[in-house]
């Protein structure tokens, strides 16, 4: 056998030389596919610009999706799985005690590339090296920061010291549960799953956003090589809509059925391999009648016609509340402010694509492996499209490659079932980040339109705010970001007078719903803008002008909740800023400044009960059991530390998981909620478990409930949320290259149960806040298609382009919370926008109002990808 024949590729991988099929696309196939070699992640194949599936190819990193298999014959291949065991324990060690990971996914491609460059530089090796080195890899979660501390570290030979295990209750920089195992990928992710007898799933998605489908026609698919079945919405025995809130989403189109968005699905392939599943997809011909697209959400509003199938309004929601005069609040001011604000459409960009295993049960039943955000709601959607009871469906959650909200909906959860429950076989249907990018909501585009006025001492007078936002075609959570934009139009304010009104539009674009910030930060990027606009009239600072208004215990705010003592942590962040802001200002630095408040919880009346439990081992070990989704975040992370501070444990004999096998109540892991309420419940449970002895072998059940909250209007001054937190963020910025030199951000987070986990999401957030003020969008065409197809196109900021960011913790204790816990996994990014545009204004005098800004020099404005190794 030669190293490259018609029918196979020899090569040597991790010192053992191997023969693979030459028909896969690239190496990175040929290693996960046939080899089982899970380090490399696949993010965006085959394009090469995530990074994770970085390998070294001849002592040389390479990414592997780029890298042709042919090629490769004859060449030694080193994956993270081949390094020596020490060399990954240093890595692992490294990136665990900085707190260099969240989700893990784009790790081990990263240390792959880190190790490159520590082997050839040493001590040496400078951080704003390294950073440019990692200009051929993407993180989504982190900021960056702590990642490059991880790879000094082991540059330098000084790691830092972990929290002493006895002081590892609430309140330690303990390294993220999993950690080790994630740095090195050892920990896997639903299409790191393999299954005998396992079928792959490819979807044929519609060629038109709106347009009537006439005829499926599935022979040629059908008998293409390898094809084991080809379904239809014909196949579906159940429930032909899904949805979160409202059941309005199809799984499939059927023939008489009409697309809606450019993500609509007519056609499930599976076949014996991916490579054939998705050869045949692209077989499967349709015969349309296009309809036209409405992609104007103004015109949507006004037109009869309905833009989505099977509704009667292109009006999804309206959110409205009024409190004072405003007409005579706004008349009496001495100044007033008027302004259209306009935010673009996000792409989430998490880094792992969606993929869904569903394997037929012993007992007829159907099990699921999802990466989803709420693994109770998939488990209802898959039953009712299967037309089956929830008991013939179990969905067991794998913690996820990142989300930010984006896999609250289901993606391919329900067409992977339906074709193992059809076929009782295994079938995995994993997305392409093209795919991705059409299927799972985004971030939604809001106008907003502001009258404000303030007296001659600069304090806020009244508020007027309209808001129109693009919901795309479906519901998802859509109506409830319009409605926590409006409820957060003021920002952290006082105001006596106030009238907000937003709207939810169906259109044809692409479906938007939950992404970090939840339409808060849009609503705030807004109210900042007027907030710096009246402070200039009058004469003040920025930093002044909100000192004037911040928000304090006993005020009534926005939508009329008075505000408990938890919200003294809005002017505490400012004072935090204080000296840094003097001092940038006395720099002859252009400074902005940034206010904000988000919600933690559901609220509006929302009953919120979680569950958790904890059982002892016969040999003194302790395993808590939640429900709640582990996607970087560090949930697992904080029900150990609990769990060691109740029960004054040693943190190694604690195992945590996720349990779905019994109802836990959890719903959805969003709105910064998962900590708060997470906590709670490991707490009620190992305090029950102390007061019954701890017996081993027994299930203790806690639970923490905030069914207190109420819905706007349902009394005058209704507490709409039970816990908001705070921050107040510094940028830092050059005049001249209208570069961002710095970021300083302080956050209240109630109390920090990790304080190094914390900072990694207000990193992460910050960055992710960067890129949403100046350089990220994500478009779509007159056709209701995206325009963007690549991860490089989005503009998400790289290593080399970050600035340096300091956190500043604030610590001010929420009321009727555990441990006085408040969310910190959204707020993060709320103010950033502002902040960066009050700097762009300090620098050139001139205001902006929409977003992205596309200002300044490759800290403001650069998405380059900088250098490979």
């Given at each position: ?478 109506m409830k970001v319009l409605e926590r934009a409006a409820g957060h139009a003021s920002g952290p304010y006082r105001l006596p007078a106030v009238d907000v009104e937003s709207v939810a539009v169906r259109t044809n674009n692409p479906v938007c719903g939950a992404f970090r910030g939840f339409g808060a930060n849009q609503a705030q990027f807004a109210m900042e803008g007027v907030v710096d606009r009246l402070g200039e009239l009058v004469g003040i600072s920025g930093w002044e002008m909100r000192k004037r208004n911040v928000i304090h215990p006993g005020d009534v705010w926005g939508p009329g909740q008075v505000m408990d003592e938890g919200c003294a942590g809005a002017e505490r962040c400012l004072d935090a800023l204080a000296e840094r802001y003097a001092a940038a200002r006395a720099e002859g630095k252009a400074v902005g400044i940034g206010l904000a408040l988000k919600n933690s919880g559901l609220g509006n009346g929302f009953k919120e009960v979680t569950r958790a439990v904890v059982r002892f081992g016969e040999d003194g070990t302790v395993e808590v059991r939640h ?243």
């Amino acid at each position: 056998m030669t190293v490259l024949d018609q029918e196979v590729v020899v090569l040597t991988v991790n010192g053992e030389e191997v023969a693979v099929r030459a028909d896969h696309p690239h190496l990175l196939a040929a290693l996960r596919e046939e080899l089982g070699v899970t380090s490399a992640k696949d993010g965006c194949s085959p394009s090469g610009q995530c990074g994770c599936c970085t390998v070294m190819i001849d002592g040389k990193v390479q990414v592997s999706c780029q890298y042709p298999l042919e090629k490769a014959a004859g060449r030694t291949v080193v994956t993270l799985e081949g390094l020596p065991e020490e060399e990954r324990r240093r890595y692992a060690d490294a990136f665990a005690a900085c707190g260099g990971l969240q989700c893990g996914f784009c790790i081990p491609g990263i240390v792959m590339r880190a190790k490159a460059q520590v082997d050839k530089k040493g001590a040496t090796l400078k951080r704003e090296d390294m950073a440019r080195h990692l200009g051929a890899h993407l993180c989504r979660c982190t900021g960056y920061v702590k990642i490059l501390d991880a790879i000094d570290a082991v540059a330098t030979g000084v790691v830092p010291e972990a929290a002493p295990r006895a002081h590892a209750g609430v309140g330690a920089r303990l390294p993220k549960y999993e950690a080790t195992s994630l740095a090195l990928g050892d920990r896997g992710y639903v299409d790191d799953l393999r299954v005998p007898g396992m079928l792959h799933a490819a979807l044929r998605f519609t060629d038109h956003a709106r347009a009537e489908v006439v005829r499926v026609h599935t022979s040629a698919a059908a008998s293409a090589p390898g094809v084991v079945a080809v379904f239809t919405a014909a196949d579906v025995p159940g429930e032909l809509r899904v949805g979160i809130i409202h059941h309005d989403w199809p799984v499939l189109i059927p023939e008489g059925g009409r697309t809606s968005y450019a993500g609509d699905v007519i056609a499930v392939v599976v076949a014996e391999s991916r490579l054939e599943a998705r050869a045949a997809a692209a077989l499967v011909e349709v015969d349309y009648h296009d309809l036209g697209p409405m992609t104007d959400p103004m015109a949507a509003i006004a037109s009869p016609e309905a833009s989505v199938w099977g509704t009667d309004s292109n009006v999804l929601s309206r959110s409205a509340y009024a409190r004072g005069d405003v007409d005579a609040a706004l008349e009496a001011s001495a100044h007033v402010v008027h302004e259209v604000f306009e935010t673009q459409r996000v792409e989430h960009a998490y880094l792992e694509p969606e993929s869904t295993l569903a394997v037929p049960r012993e007992d007829g039943g159907l099990h699921v492996y999802s990466g989803g955000q709420g693994v109770w709601d998939d488990r209802d959607q898959i039953a009712a499209v299967l037309g089956v009871g929830t008991g013939d469906v179990s969905v067991e959650l794998v913690s996820n490659g990142g989300a930010f909200g984006g896999k609250e909906d289901m993606s391919n959860q329900a067409q992977a079932a339906l074709a193992a429950w059809l076929l009782r076989r295994p079938v995995k249907c994993t997305l392409s980040r093209e795919e991705s990018f059409l299927v799972h909501p985004k971030r939604h585009p809001i106008r907003m339109e502001y009258w404000a006025g303030c007296d001659a001492d600069g304090h806020l007078t009244g508020l007027r705010a309209r808001m129109v936002g693009d919901s795309g075609a479906y519901a998802s959570v859509g109506m409830k970001v319009l409605e926590r934009a409006a409820g957060h139009a003021s920002g952290p304010y006082r105001l006596p007078a106030v009238d907000v009104e937003s709207v939810a539009v169906r259109t044809n674009n692409p479906v938007c719903g939950a992404f970090r910030g939840f339409g808060a930060n849009q609503a705030q990027f807004a109210m900042e803008g007027v907030v710096d606009r009246l402070g200039e009239l009058v004469g003040i600072s920025g930093w002044e002008m909100r000192k004037r208004n911040v928000i304090h215990p006993g005020d009534v705010w926005g939508p009329g909740q008075v505000m408990d003592e938890g919200c003294a942590g809005a002017e505490r962040c400012l004072d935090a800023l204080a000296e840094r802001y003097a001092a940038a200002r006395a720099e002859g630095k252009a400074v902005g400044i940034g206010l904000a408040l988000k919600n933690s919880g559901l609220g509006n009346g929302f009953k919120e009960v979680t569950r958790a439990v904890v059982r002892f081992g016969e040999d003194g070990t302790v395993e808590v059991r939640h429900g709640w989704t582990e996607m970087g975040q560090g949930v697992h992370t904080v029900a150990l530390q609990v769990a060691v501070e109740e029960l004054g444990v040693d943190p190694d004999r604690v195992s945590v998981m996720v349990d779905t096998s019994r109802e836990l109540g959890e719903g959805q892991t969003t709105g910064s909620r998962g900590t708060l309420m997470g906590a709670g419940a490991v707490a009620d449970a190992c305090r029950k478990a102390l007061a019954a002895g701890c017996a081993p072998g027994v299930d203790y059940v806690g639970e923490h409930r905030v069914d207190w909250t109420q819905h706007l209007g349902e009394v005058e001054h209704p507490t709409i949320h039970a816990a908001f937190g705070y921050a107040a963020q510094l940028v830092v910025m050059d005049k001249e290259s209208l570069s961002v030199e710095r970021v300083v951000a302080a956050h209240d987070v109630g109390r920090a149960v990790n304080p190094m986990l914390c900072e990694g999401q207000i990193e992460g957030s910050v960055h992710m806040g960067l890129g949403y003020a100046l350089t990220e969008d994500f478009p779509a065409d007159e056709r209701g298609f995206p325009t963007k197809s690549t991860l490089r196109s989005l503009g998400i900021l790289r290593a080399k382009d970050v600035p340096p960011i300091e956190v500043i913790l604030v610590e001010v204790p929420q009321p009727r919370s555990p441990y006085g816990i408040k969310g910190v996994g959204e707020i993060g990014l709320v103010p950033t926008a502002g902040a960066v545009a009050g700097a762009l204004h300090d620098a050139d005098g001139v205001w902006r109002a929409t977003l992205p800004m596309r200002a300044g020099g490759p800290a403001a404005g650069g998405a380059g990808e900088g250098d490979g190794e």
